[in-house]
């Protein structure tokens, strides 16, 4: 029998938007709360503006966008980092859709979009450093854990 490693992530999310009366009415109460761990700096966090929140926090629908992004981004490090292909810049701007139900009261992430700028040290590199791109998503710990398809639409530019 194979014993199963697991790894733990604890977060405290903590409701800052009681303005006097609580949730006494949809629009008596700010949707602002920080999102908290042990040893970091908190996450100033709300909900979409959409969804009565404040422009200027995080909203969960960002962070989900940006877990998504953040895990292939360091996938694909590693795998250029074993596989012969030197990295030497790395932007993404990546896109998520949230598409809402007929009723209007819920939703779902429906595709995420990664818009992967790299910047190889040499032109023989392009092609892997293209190629590997596909293969983040089978070890990707964000990607194998959500239901909505992650494109990639990599830029691939020589230093």
């Given at each position: 029998m194979t014993e199963t490693e697991t790894h733990t992530y604890d977060v405290v999310i903590e409701w800052t938007g009681n303005l006097g009366s609580g949730?006494?009415?949809?629009?008596?109460?700010?949707?602002a709360h920080e999102v908290l761990a042990t040893g970091k700096p908190p996450i100033a966090a709300s909900s979409d503006p959409a969804f009565r929140g404040?422009?200027?926090?995080?909203?969960?629908?960002?962070?989900?966008?940006?877990?998504?992004?953040?895990?292939?981004?360091?996938?694909?490090l590693h795998l250029c980092?074993?596989?012969?292909?030197?990295?030497?810049?790395?932007?993404?701007?990546?896109?998520?859709?949230?598409?809402?139900?007929?009723?209007?009261?819920?939703?779902?992430?429906?595709?995420?979009?990664?818009?992967?700028?790299?910047?190889?040290a040499d032109a023989s590199m392009t092609d892997r450093a293209r190629a590997l791109h596909n293969e983040v998503h089978s070890v990707c710990f964000i990607a194998r854990s959500v239901n909505f398809p992650i494109r990639h639409e990599p830029l691939i530019r020589v230093e």
């Open positions: 949730t006494d009415s949809y629009r008596s109460f700010s949707r404040d422009p200027a926090g995080w909203n969960p629908e960002e962070l989900l966008v940006a877990s998504v992004a953040q895990c292939h981004m360091l996938w694909y980092a074993v596989g012969g292909v030197t990295v030497v810049d790395y932007e993404d701007r990546a896109h998520g859709v949230m598409t809402m139900d007929a009723t209007g009261g819920g939703g779902q992430i429906t595709e995420v979009i990664l818009r992967p700028e790299v910047t190889v």
